[in-house]
């Protein structure tokens, strides 16, 4: 696609259940980046996917947490039991020969668990 | 360890000049980039420094020292628009893996 693409962009969720979270990179690139974002704060690193190379997981707060990337391409983020300080926005961001290693991010996923 | 440097707040006038300072500590140096993120917005990209000096893209320059492990992002004719978060990122190249290292950002308020 033209840009990296999430969904959903919003979601609120009862604490204890379960979310799914999408990025769909640019066409090309091979890195995919997941970040976290609580309001007023900075980029908190998740994971990193780098073409078949085992992921880079070092950034996952808890074993709540996980993400898969299949094909190369879409990536999915997985929070297992949500809790409140989960709530925050979750971007997802791409980069890749095609683009100069130039990171791009998607308009983010705004999660909020109530 | 590694870790980004820049300043958390700075205010400047509408029409003037500011400049936002970042250093950087890292194993490995990569590129640096700097990122505009307005309020409730993913952040966007600006410039890309891997060579020493500086580069200029309209209103906006940035400059790279690797000896130095700094960098600055120069806003030239501030706008009103311009009052955003700006990001420093360096590229490390540990291991196999090339993640970047974000600085907290430096919150910028231009006023009228």
């Known amino acids: 696609g033209a840009g990296v693409s999430q969904s959903p962009s919003n979601k609120v969720t009862e604490k204890g259940k379960d979310v799914e979270l999408r990025c769909d990179p640019i066409?090309?690139?091979?890195?995919l980046y997941w970040y976290r974002q609580s309001l007023g704060q900075g980029l908190e690193f998740l994971i990193y996917?780098?073409?078949?190379?085992?992921?880079?997981k070092s950034g996952l707060p808890s074993d709540r947490f996980s993400a898969e990337r299949t094909g190369g391409s879409v990536s999915t983020l997985t929070i297992q039991r949500t809790q409140q300080e989960d709530s925050a926005v979750y971007l997802c961001a791409s980069s890749g020969p095609v683009s100069g290693n130039t990171i791009y991010f998607g308009e983010g996923s705004w999660l909020t668990v109530v | 360890g590694q870790n980004i440097d820049q300043p958390t707040e700075m205010t400047a006038t509408e029409g003037a000049i500011v400049q936002i300072n970042c250093t950087y500590q890292?194993?490995?140096?990569?590129?640096l980039f700097w990122y505009q993120q307005h309020a409730g917005e993913a952040p966007t990209f600006l410039s890309y420094n891997v060579l020493d000096g500086l580069e200029e893209k309209g209103r906006f320059s940035s400059f790279l020292s690797r000896s130095k492990g700094y960098s600055y992002l120069l806003l030239k004719e501030l706008q009103m628009k311009d009052s955003a978060s700006y990001l420093c990122a360096v590229r490390s190249n540990a291991g196999n893996n090339r993640k970047l290292i974000w600085g907290l950002g430096t919150s910028l308020a231009v006023n009228p």
């Open positions: 890292t194993s490995g140096f990569n590129g």
């Open positions: 066409s090309g690139h091979t890195a």
């Open positions: 996917f780098q073409g078949n190379s085992a992921p880079d």
